[in-house]
C-alpha cells in the first residue's frame, strides 16, 4: 500500500466518557476532534459506518478521502471554510445516515429503499444519481461494520480503535 494512499483512523475512549477521533495523514499531518456526551455516545459509530461505506463500496471523495486530502475535521460544517463539499462525500454522508437510520429504528433498509432514498436525495440536491447498490452491496457494508462496532465495543476505556483507510483499495465498478 502506497503511503500516500493511507489515512490511519483512531478512535480513543476516553476514562471520561469522551471521545476522540484523529486522523493521520499519510505526510504526517493530524486532524482531531473531542465528542462529549450524546456526540461521544454517537459519532464513533458513525464514523465507523463511513469506514465501512468508504471501504466497501469504494468512494474515494468520501469523509475519509477529503480528510486524507488534508481537510481537517472542522471543514466539515458552518462557515465550510473549503467551499462545498463533492457530490460523492454528499452521496457517502446520506448513505451513512440510511445505515444510522437502522441502527436507531431496529429495522434494516433494502436496496431498493436505499436506491429510492439516494434517487430522492440527488435529486433534491441536483447531484448526479447514477449508482444502484444491490441487497449483497449493503450486507457487505453490514458485515464491516459489525465486525468494526464489535471491535469498539472490546475496546476499554483509556484505550483506542485504530484502522486505515486505503484510498488505493479498487473502486466499485
Given at each position: 500500500?502506497?503511503?500516500?494512499?493511507?489515512?490511519?483512523?483512531?478512535?480513543?475512549?476516553?476514562?471520561?466518557?469522551?471521545?476522540?477521533?484523529?486522523?493521520?495523514?499519510?505526510?504526517?499531518t493530524?486532524?482531531?476532534?473531542?465528542?462529549?456526551?450524546?456526540?461521544?455516545?454517537?459519532?464513533?459509530?458513525?464514523?465507523l459506518?463511513?469506514?465501512?461505506?468508504?471501504?466497501?463500496?469504494?468512494?474515494?471523495?468520501?469523509?475519509?478521502?477529503?480528510?486524507?486530502?488534508?481537510?481537517?475535521?472542522?471543514?466539515?460544517?458552518?462557515p465550510?471554510p473549503?467551499?462545498?463539499?463533492?457530490?460523492?462525500?454528499?452521496?457517502?454522508?446520506?448513505?451513512?445516515?440510511?445505515?444510522?437510520?437502522?441502527?436507531?429504528?431496529?429495522?434494516?433498509?433494502?436496496?431498493?429503499?436505499?436506491?429510492?432514498?439516494?434517487?430522492?436525495?440527488?435529486?433534491?440536491?441536483?447531484?448526479?444519481?447514477?449508482?444502484?447498490?444491490?441487497?449483497?452491496?449493503?450486507?457487505?457494508?453490514?458485515?464491516?461494520?459489525?465486525?468494526?462496532?464489535?471491535?469498539?465495543?472490546?475496546?476499554e476505556?483509556?484505550?483506542?480503535?485504530?484502522?486505515?483507510?486505503?484510498?488505493?483499495?479498487?473502486?466499485?465498478?
Open positions: 500500500m502506497s503511503e500516500q494512499q493511507r489515512l490511519t483512523i483512531r478512535i480513543k475512549k476516553g476514562a471520561d466518557d469522551r471521545t476522540a477521533l484523529t486522523c493521520t495523514r499519510a505526510d504526517g493530524t486532524t482531531w476532534q473531542r465528542l462529549e456526551a450524546g456526540q461521544a455516545r454517537f459519532f464513533p459509530h458513525h464514523d459506518t463511513h469506514y465501512a461505506v468508504e471501504t466497501v463500496l469504494g468512494f474515494r471523495n468520501g469523509f475519509y478521502g477529503l480528510v486524507s486530502a488534508g481537510w481537517d475535521l472542522s471543514d466539515f460544517g458552518t465550510w473549503r467551499g462545498k463539499i463533492p457530490p460523492q462525500a454528499n452521496i457517502s454522508e446520506m448513505i451513512v445516515g440510511f445505515f444510522d437510520l437502522e441502527r436507531r429504528a431496529g429495522e434494516r433498509g433494502s436496496a431498493q429503499d436505499l436506491n429510492q432514498q439516494l434517487a430522492e436525495y440527488c435529486t433534491e440536491k441536483g447531484l448526479p444519481a447514477e449508482q444502484q447498490f444491490s441487497e449483497e452491496d449493503l450486507a457487505a457494508v453490514r458485515a464491516m461494520r459489525a465486525e468494526l462496532f464489535a471491535r469498539w465495543a472490546a475496546v476505556r483509556g484505550n483506542a480503535l485504530e484502522v486505515v483507510f486505503d484510498l488505493k483499495c479498487p473502486a466499485r465498478s
